[in-house]
T-cell receptor
Framework: SQKIEQNSEALNIQEGKTATLTCNYT??????LQWYRQDPGRGPVFLLL?????KEKRKERLKVTFDTTLKQSLFHITASQPADSATYLC???????????FGGGTRLMVKP | GAGVSQSPSNKVTEKGKDVELRCDPI?????LYWYRQSLGQGLEFLIY????????KSGLPSDRFSAERTGGSVSTLTIQRTQQEDSAVYLC?????????????FGPGTRLTVL
């Protein structure tokens, strides 16, 4: 069966360090992968999209990698700040389809 | 400009009652999605509207769930004969066009509690 797995345990890191979140998938051939941020009581907010033929995408302090051989995406936040504390969701879009399938999200806590 | 809005923000209902949840997408957005998020879980796709095409209902969990989109704008998600397992946050999102590469903008959600 198709699965998208994100670490369900919270990731706690110190301010200034790099946070790395993982998104693994099985039995998918995604055309696109997106990362979202979700704060408590709010809807997710789009951060980055990466296509299957792209290895890496950057936006300010954010970096996403996409390894279709490993079936994995890594999401990095450099120079992390307490304001980065939130839940981060990855979402896949299959080659034939229009809808996103979301992982369960990983909660990031950045401590000052 | 205004983002995606949803109403009500919270809804408490008794088991067996029907509920209607409303979504106002961003003006001009042709695609509209409904998702469900249970406590501590990821988003579960429910239904998708794109322009005048027939909606993709493949994510609806049972025939108690239905949705419509009037005039290509406002959408209503209806849950009939609610059950306790329907308790969740219901999120709506819209995108300008060409999903899924186009950015989805989410509303704040409606928290449904079925007693």
């Amino acid at each position: 069966s198709q699965k998208i797995e994100q670490n369900s345990e919270a990731l706690n890191i110190q301010e200034g360090k790099t946070a790395t979140l993982t998104c693994n998938y099985t039995n998918y051939s995604p055309a696109y992968l997106q990362w979202y941020r979700q704060d408590p009581g709010r809807g997710p907010v789009f951060l980055l999209l990466i296509r299957e033929n792209e290895k890496e995408k950057r936006k300010e302090r954010l970096k996403v990698t996409f390894d279709t051989t490993l079936k994995q995406s890594l999401f990095h936040i450099t120079a992390s700040q307490p304001a980065d504390s939130a839940t981060y969701l990855c979402a896949l879009v299959p080659n034939a389809g229009n809808m996103l399938t979301f992982g369960g999200g990983t909660r990031l806590m950045v401590k000052p | 400009g205004a983002g995606v809005s949803q109403s009500p923000s919270n809804k408490v209902t008794e088991k067996g009652k029907d509920v209607e949840l409303r979504c106002d997408p961003i003006s001009g957005h042709t695609a509209l999605y409904w998702y469900r998020q249970s406590l501590g879980q990821g988003l579960e796709f429910l239904i998708y509207f794109q322009g005048n095409s027939a909606p993709d209902k493949s994510g609806l969990p049972s025939d108690r769930f239905s949705a419509e989109r009037t005039g290509g704008s406002v959408s209503t998600l209806t849950i009939q004969r609610t059950q306790q397992e329907d308790s969740a946050v219901y999120l709506c999102a819209s995108s300008l066009n060409l999903p899924p590469t186009d950015t989805q903008y989410f509303g704040p959600g409606t928290r449904l509690t079925v007693l």
